[in-house]
């Protein structure tokens, strides 16, 4: 996983995952045209994932860049790569 701000490389990104502990679950229930094509009906979930908070950004443009790929060594149904480039206008 790689984050960049205006160019700037964001370090030690493991300080912002949040893992939730397995209990208590949740409770996710997917459509019939889910996007990830899991099977309809109720599951249990938890959290797990990256939570980056930015300080107040001065005016003008800026360019938040996030790449990941995951890749799953028991199910490859899991593998999947991003990369968001978001351009933020700051007034």
């Given at each position: 996983?790689?984050?960049s701000l205006d160019g700037k490389e964001i370090k030690n990104l493991d300080q912002y995952r949040i893992q939730g502990s397995k209990e208590p679950f949740f409770v996710i229930t997917y459509g019939s045209d889910n996007i990830y094509k899991h099977k309809p009906?109720?599951?249990k979930g938890v959290v797990d994932g990256y939570y980056l908070?930015?300080?107040p950004l001065p005016?003008?443009?800026h360019v938040l860049d996030l790449k990941t790929s995951v890749l799953n060594p028991t199910d490859s149904g899991y593998n999947y790569s991003a990369d968001l480039i978001y351009?933020?206008?700051i007034q």
């Open positions: 996983m790689q984050v009906g109720s599951a908070f930015l300080r005016p003008g443009q351009q933020l206008t």
